[in-house]
């Protein structure tokens, strides 16, 4: 039996997060209701609690894997008992870039935290039954839950034109940022570096298998022209501060690319020579490739990943999703924090 109302965690304004009784999700013909089995805190949720970047009365949470509970009248695709992760938002499919294969810059796409969303830092979510994934053979649900920040990754790694055999350098070893080290080494791009000023966060960069430095090691030339001695020939900037930005941009070879894949509020101060003379490339990075999660979920899969590595070895209830918020916003915390809404009867009783 499905209960009529539930916990969900609240975003109230003013950094608080409180758990809350909360109606179970009522399913339209076209969606499902998922038990959330576990849903990954992300660089976004942080800045909707400790920046207020989100309207107060949100739950939050999109990087979630769940078990079907329910089914619509229209559902064709699932049936209960399903393990699933969530996927991208439907798109238009007709705008020119549907057309040309870029769904993430549909005309027509909204933001994820609009409207009536409720996310899955919650006992239960409703999703379109299109918007869901089937998980591969050999990977847990908490495992899967990695599905959408990998999916971030290897969009960053797409848009940075990653070739074999090329140097690459990563600001911020956040979760994104360590996925992202993960993915690339995966793919057998072995000379990566990650700045991090965090030693937790580093120390676990360096189990992946990359090169560690601290931030204060990446000075830039002083003249446009000039190139440091080991450059790199792409950068991916995990970190959302201008002053990262910057600093890769100073560490590139000729023709160099920059991908912007961290958000950040202070805008970076770019030289235009710099940009002109070593005719280098930056980019942002949006959300998903196409087909990016079906990639995602067979990089999970693959028995040499090291999901194990990039997750907290200790999952969070809703009541505990406050502190872990501060405790990632500070640097403490080096991998991803996983939340598991109905496993934590002990704390949320
Ligand atoms: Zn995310
Ligand atoms: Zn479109």
Same mark, same amino acid.
């Given at each position: 039996?499905?209960?009529?109302?539930?916990?969900?965690?609240?975003?109230?304004?003013?950094?608080?997060?409180?758990?809350?009784?909360?109606?179970?999700?009522?399913?339209?013909?076209?969606?499902?209701?998922?038990?959330?089995?576990?849903?990954?805190?992300?660089?976004?949720?942080?800045?909707?609690?400790?920046?207020?970047?989100?309207?107060? =009365?949100?739950?939050?949470?999109?990087?979630?894997?769940?078990?079907?509970?329910?089914?619509?009248?229209?559902?064709?695709?699932?049936?209960?008992?399903?393990?699933?992760?969530?996927?991208?938002?439907?798109?238009?499919?007709? #705008?020119?870039? #549907?057309?040309?294969?870029?769904?993430?810059?549909?005309?027509?796409?909204?933001?994820?935290?609009?409207?009536?969303?409720?996310?899955?830092?919650?006992?239960?979510?409703?999703?379109?039954?299109?918007?869901?994934?089937?998980?591969?053979?050999?990977?847990?649900?908490?495992?899967?839950?990695?599905?959408?920040?990998?999916?971030?990754?290897?969009?960053?790694?797409?848009?940075?034109?990653?070739?074999?055999?090329?140097?690459?350098?990563?600001?911020?070893?956040?979760?994104?940022?360590?996925?992202?080290?993960?993915?690339?080494?995966?793919?057998?791009?072995?000379?990566?570096?990650?700045?991090?000023?965090?030693?937790?966060?580093?120390?676990?960069?360096?189990?992946?298998?990359?090169?560690?430095?601290?931030?204060?090691?990446?000075?830039?030339?002083?003249?446009?022209?000039?190139?440091?001695?080991?450059?790199?020939?792409?950068?991916?900037?995990?970190?959302?501060?201008?002053?990262?930005?910057?600093? #890769?941009?100073?560490?590139?070879?000729?023709?160099?690319?920059?991908?912007?894949?961290?958000?950040?509020?202070?805008?970076?101060?770019?030289?235009? =020579?710099?940009?002109?003379?070593?005719?280098?490339?930056?980019?942002?990075?949006?959300?998903?490739?196409?087909?990016?999660?079906?990639?995602?979920?067979?990089?999970?899969?693959?028995?040499?990943?090291?999901?194990?590595?990039?997750?907290?070895?200790?999952?969070?209830?809703?009541?505990?999703?406050?502190?872990?918020?501060?405790?990632?916003?500070?640097?403490?915390?080096?991998?991803?924090?996983?939340?598991?809404?109905?496993?934590?009867?002990?704390?949320?009783?």
């Amino acid at each position: 039996m499905i209960p009529e109302r539930m916990k969900a965690a609240v975003y109230k304004g003013n950094q608080t997060i409180e758990v809350e009784d909360y109606p179970t999700p009522v399913v339209g013909p076209g969606d499902v209701l998922l038990e959330v089995s576990h849903c990954g805190v992300c660089g976004s949720d942080i800045h909707f609690v400790l920046e207020g970047w989100s309207p107060p =009365n949100k739950v939050h949470g999109h990087e979630f894997s769940g078990t079907v509970v329910k089914v619509g009248d229209a559902v064709t695709a699932w049936k209960i008992g399903d393990a699933v992760v969530g996927g991208p938002t439907v798109r238009c499919g007709e #705008c020119e870039y #549907c057309r040309a294969g870029r769904p993430n810059l549909c005309s027509g796409r909204g933001a994820v935290s609009g409207g009536d969303w409720q996310g899955a830092f919650a006992d239960y979510m409703r999703v379109p039954e299109a918007e869901l994934l089937r998980l591969p053979d050999g990977l847990t649900l908490r495992e899967a839950a990695l599905t959408e920040p990998l999916t971030v990754a290897l969009h960053g790694i797409t848009l940075a034109k990653v070739a074999p055999g090329e140097r690459v350098l990563i600001t911020g070893g956040g979760p994104i940022g360590a996925l992202s080290a993960a993915a690339l080494i995966h793919r057998g791009i072995t000379d990566v570096v990650v700045s991090e000023p965090s030693s937790v966060r580093r120390a676990l960069c360096e189990r992946l298998g990359a090169t560690v430095v601290e931030p204060g090691e990446l000075t830039t030339p002083s003249m446009p022209d000039q190139i440091v001695p080991e450059p790199f020939h792409a950068a991916l900037e995990c970190s959302g501060h201008a002053l990262a930005m910057e600093q #890769c941009l100073g560490q590139l070879a000729r023709t160099g690319r920059l991908v912007l894949v961290g958000a950040g509020i202070k805008p970076p101060r770019f030289d235009p =020579n710099r940009i002109i003379l070593n005719e280098l490339v930056i980019t942002g990075a949006f959300c998903y490739d196409a087909g990016g999660f079906e990639r995602a979920l067979e990089m999970l899969a693959a028995p040499d990943f090291p999901t194990d590595v990039l997750i907290e070895p200790v999952d969070v209830g809703l009541h505990e999703l406050r502190d872990a918020i501060g405790r990632l916003g500070a640097g403490e915390v080096p991998a991803k924090v996983m939340v598991a809404p109905t496993q934590k009867v002990r704390n949320d009783g």
